[in-house]
C-alpha cells in the first residue's frame, strides 16, 4: 500500500472481524509497518464488515465520502467485492488504491480491470501440502520442523504482473 501511494496520504482498513485471529494478525501486520515506517500515512478507520460484501461497499463509500482525499482501502478478509465495486462506482478507480487477499475468478478479474491494485494470494495449496509433508516427516522420519511456524513466500498480484503469475486465466 505504502509503494503504491507514495509513502504518504490516507488510508482505510476493512476487516472482516476483529474477533478472528487471522484477520486481526493482517489488520495488525498492516497498522505496525505503516506506523513504524511510513509517517505520512495516516489510517483515518477502522471497521468490520462481518465478512458481507454489501457491509464493505456502504464502509469504502463513507470512507471515500468522509475523506475525499482518501489514497488507498485495505480489506483484510472477505469482503474486497464490495469495497473494490464501491470504488470503481465512486469514479475512483486507479485513486484510490485498493489492496486485499485471495486470488478468486471475481478479484483476479478486478486486477485485471485495475479496481485492485494489489492482491495478496493465501497460498492454500502450499498450507495444505507443506503441513501434511512436515508431518509426514515429522512421524516418518523424526525430523523437526526447523520453526514453529510456517511461512509462505505468497505472490501479490498487480495489474501489471497477474498474467505471469496467473496465465491464462481470466481473458
Same mark, same amino acid.
Given at each position: 500500500?505504502?509503494?503504491?501511494?507514495?509513502?504518504?496520504?490516507?488510508v482505510?482498513?476493512?476487516?472482516?472481524?476483529?474477533?478472528?485471529?487471522?484477520?486481526?494478525?493482517?489488520?495488525?501486520?498492516f497498522?505496525? /509497518?505503516?506506523?513504524?515506517?511510513?509517517?505520512?500515512i495516516?489510517?483515518?478507520?477502522?471497521?468490520?464488515?462481518?465478512?458481507?460484501?454489501?457491509?464493505?461497499?456502504?464502509?469504502?463509500?463513507?470512507?471515500?465520502? +468522509?475523506?475525499?482525499d482518501? +489514497?488507498?482501502?485495505?480489506?483484510?478478509a472477505?469482503?474486497?467485492?464490495?469495497?473494490?465495486?464501491?470504488?470503481?462506482?465512486?469514479g475512483?478507480?486507479?485513486?484510490?488504491?485498493?489492496?486485499?487477499?485471495?486470488f478468486?475468478l471475481?478479484?483476479?478479474?478486478?486486477?485485471?480491470?485495475? /479496481?485492485?491494485?494489489?492482491?495478496?494470494?493465501? +497460498?492454500?495449496?502450499?498450507?495444505?501440502r507443506?503441513v501434511?509433508?512436515?508431518?509426514?516427516?515429522?512421524?516418518?522420519?523424526g525430523? /523437526? &520442523? &526447523?520453526?514453529?511456524?510456517?511461512?509462505?513466500?505468497?505472490?501479490?498480484?498487480?495489474?501489471?504482473?497477474?498474467?505471469?503469475?496467473? &496465465?491464462? +486465466?481470466?481473458?
Amino acid at each position: 500500500m505504502a509503494q503504491l501511494i507514495g509513502g504518504k496520504g490516507k488510508v482505510a482498513i476493512i476487516t472482516g472481524f476483529f474477533a478472528v485471529e487471522a484477520h486481526e494478525l493482517r489488520r495488525k501486520g498492516f497498522t505496525d /509497518v505503516i506506523t513504524e515506517k511510513y509517517p505520512d500515512i495516516k489510517i483515518v478507520g477502522e471497521v468490520e464488515n462481518v465478512d458481507l460484501a454489501d457491509i464493505a461497499y456502504t464502509q469504502a463509500m463513507d470512507f471515500m465520502s +468522509s475523506f475525499p482525499d482518501l +489514497s488507498g482501502i485495505y480489506i483484510t478478509a472477505s469482503g474486497q467485492f464490495g469495497a473494490a465495486n464501491a470504488v470503481k462506482d465512486n469514479g475512483k478507480k486507479g485513486s484510490v488504491k485498493v489492496v486485499c487477499h485471495d486470488f478468486l475468478l471475481e478479484t483476479t478479474g478486478l486486477v485485471r480491470d485495475g /479496481v485492485i491494485q494489489g492482491l495478496i494470494d493465501q +497460498s492454500t495449496k502450499l498450507q495444505g501440502r507443506d503441513v501434511v509433508i512436515r508431518l509426514y516427516n515429522y512421524i516418518a522420519g523424526g525430523v /523437526v &520442523p &526447523p520453526f514453529g511456524k510456517l511461512l509462505l513466500d505468497t505472490p501479490m498480484a498487480t495489474p501489471e504482473n497477474i498474467d505471469q503469475i496467473l &496465465p491464462g +486465466s481470466g481473458k
